[in-house]
């Protein structure tokens, strides 16, 4: 479910026709269909067994989108948090070719955090997720998570590195950029793509990349985080 707020997201599984039939109109065209990949060495399954056990950080739990029942705590250990939940596409800040008012009729040209030169973050080049703002629930900003920090979002058997790079509403959780989620191999288009469930967050705690648009200094610290996460027991 969409719902307007600063960084605006859409929930729902986009369906490929098979090759051997003529592509229907209603088909994912071309350009949408995702190109998996997993990043580092540190595999999905290693990250998803450090998350198995919860210990509740937050005081209360999130929705996944407005209207649905709150059921998604944020849990923590001593050098992350994480939760699991859906992802909806964010597809807000720079315009781009598939992120702007046109294909996204809730599109906003900000996101909370910005690049270093002061522009506001591309979400369809550059991977990243989305924090509930900070409120009763949980304030991220007092568990050592801030713009800039470091995450792993891991979907099946992938591994996506990616950066906090804005907010939503405050009592929704589940969101990450058109890059997140197309190199994660689900489908990104902001209106009908994301995944309605079983994707997990992992933020490392006091982490934080400079400039916020170095992906790739984001991939090295994140796998060198995600080792020492799998590590502690």
Not at 36 to 45: F, L
Not at 94 to 108: E, M
């Amino acid at each position: 479910m969409r719902v307007p707020h600063l960084t605006l997201a859409a929930a729902g599984v986009a369906l490929l026709a098979p090759a051997a039939l003529p592509v229907p109109a209603t088909a994912v065209p071309p350009r949408e269909r995702p190109a998996a990949r997993s990043e580092g060495a540190v595999t999905a399954a290693e990250l998803l067994a450090r998350t198995g056990d919860c210990a509740r950080v937050s005081k209360g739990r999130y929705r996944t989108d407005a209207g649905s029942p709150a059921t998604v705590p944020v849990c923590g250990t001593h050098d992350a948090v994480f939760w699991k939940a859906d992802l909806d596409i964010d597809c807000d800040g720079r315009t781009s070719a598939h992120c702007n008012g046109r294909t996204d009729p809730l599109f906003a040209p900000t996101t909370a955090y910005q690049q270093s030169d002061g522009r506001h973050l591309r979400a369809e080049t550059l991977p990243y997720i989305v924090l509930p703002a900070p409120g009763p629930r949980w304030n991220f900003l007092s568990h050592g998570v801030s713009g800039g920090s470091v995450a792993a979002v891991v979907h099946e058997d992938r591994v996506q590195y990616a950066v906090v790079g804005d907010t939503g509403p405050g009592d929704i959780i589940g969101e990450a950029s058109y890059a997140t989620a197309r190199n994660l191999g689900i489908p990104s288009d902001p209106l009908t793509g994301g995944a309605p469930s079983g994707v997990t967050y992992i933020v490392f705690r006091n982490s934080r990349i400079t400039p916020i648009e170095n992906h790739a200094a984001a991939v090295a610290t994140g796998e060198r985080l995600a080792r020492q996460f799998i590590a502690h027991k």
